[in-house]
């Protein structure tokens, strides 16, 4: 029967774990078209809302090492259900909230669920891998850049045209049905030997320097997810609705790359596939950066966006694979400290680019993380491990 074949289970599964990265991608992307709204509602400053988008990295990056801890002992499916639904609701909370108090709550709670669904997604989505025998990972996150495509591209037309509460209310419908109709296809994991179901830190540093390597990866996805609109409003003149699509169009460049990423690490290797994606996405914040001073038309900005979102596309499913097949390591153990340790740059330095980018703009801050992006191609090396060998481990 379909249901006893070890392939086309997990197959199902790797189509499950890719509809929960859409979900987690969606509700997410759906946030960036918020903000405006967000900072205008609660009449706060750029730095009030940098706070707030501290508590939301706060929370995503305690409930990763919770998720950490978690999966382990209960498994990515178990764990990944959990905080899939949860992160369904996360945007319709912070939408009602109707002070900056409740909303510092609502960002905690927002984050939590969404940082802890992505490292059980992404735990379950290594273990898919060995599964089937092959890489998944690049289009897996394909599937959350897809989602934040549909979630920032079509936030800024619904709120522009039903409100903020009603665009919120849309978007925890759409997310909890898909993830309903997801979830118990989800692979279970493999075994885990009784001496590695606790949790514990790596002791091979090769993964905290590729979680260094993430979080400067991730911090540009975090500056575009949370200030790009911002900077298309403030500093390029545009309207609300073409705002959404500077984090819609960076994030349909890479669903677009990833769902061929698989094929060209396949083909290239990790390491060249991750130098190529470093240059490309380099060049293309830097002339989003630019475009204030060369050629102050949105549209110019929203495409330097789209070739950055390009090359970002395959560096971060190849970190996190780095991390989840790393000699030693439980991959769930992996996942988590790299995945806490990059997304603190989508999550957190956000916050920190508010703080900058009210004194001088964020043209600057653009260039610099340009810069940033420069320096991660000299240690492409690390990268090696994300070819890996396939099939089942005991740890």
């Not at 508010?354 to 610099?368: C, H, R, W, Y």
Request: aromatic share 8%; with cysteine; proline share 4%.
């Amino acid at each position: 029967m379909d249901a006893d074949n070890p392939l086309a289970v997990a197959l199902r599964g790797r189509w499950a774990v890719a509809a929960i990265f859409f979900v987690n991608g969606f509700v997410t992307g759906s946030w960036a078209p918020q903000i405006p709204v967000f900072l205008t509602r609660l009449d706060i400053t750029e730095s009030t809302l940098g706070l707030l988008i501290l508590l939301f990295g706060a929370g995503a990056v305690s409930a990763m090492v919770w998720a950490g801890h978690l999966i382990p002992k209960h498994g990515s499916k178990r764990v990944t259900t959990l905080f899939a639904i949860s992160c369904c609701f996360g945007l319709l909370l912070v939408a009602l909230a109707p002070t900056v108090a409740t909303a510092a709550v609502a960002m905690y709670l927002f984050g939590g669920a969404i940082g802890a669904c992505d490292v059980s997604m992404n735990a379950n989505a290594v273990t898919a891998e060995r599964k089937l025998g092959r890489a998944i990972m690049s289009s897996s996150h394909g599937f959350w850049s897809l989602g934040g495509f549909v979630g920032g591209g079509a936030g800024g037309i619904v709120i522009q045209n039903y409100g903020h509460v009603a665009h919120a209310a849309i978007v925890s419908i759409v997310a909890i049905a898909i993830a309903a109709a997801a979830l118990r296809h989800l692979v279970a994991d493999l075994p885990v030997a009784q001496e590695h179901r606790t949790f514990s830190l790596p002791r091979n540093p090769t993964v905290y320097v590729i979680g260094i390597m993430a979080l400067l990866c991730m911090n540009s996805e975090g500056a575009v997810l949370d200030w790009g609109a911002l900077y298309l409003r403030q500093e390029l003149g545009s309207d609300i609705a073409t705002a959404g699509f500077a984090f819609g169009a960076f994030a349909g460049a890479m669903a677009l790359m990833r769902f061929v990423g698989d094929g060209v690490r396949n083909r290239l290797g990790a390491v060249a596939t991750f130098r190529m994606s470093c240059i490309v996405s380099a060049a293309g914040m830097l002339v989003a950066g630019l475009s204030a001073a060369i050629a102050p038309w949105p549209w110019l900005a929203i495409g330097a966006f789209a070739v950055c979102g390009l090359g970002i596309a395959n560096m971060v499913p190849i970190l996190f694979s780095a991390a989840g097949n790393q000699p030693g390591v439980h991959a769930g153990a992996g996942v988590s400290v790299v995945t806490t340790m990059g997304y603190s740059g989508i999550l957190a330095a956000p916050s920190v680019i508010g703080f900058v980018g009210e004194k001088t703009g964020f043209a600057p801050i653009f260039i610099a993380i340009a810069g940033l992006l420069g320096l991660i191609f000299l240690l492409s090396g690390l990268t090696r491990a994300a070819d890996f060998t396939a099939g089942p481990r005991d740890q």
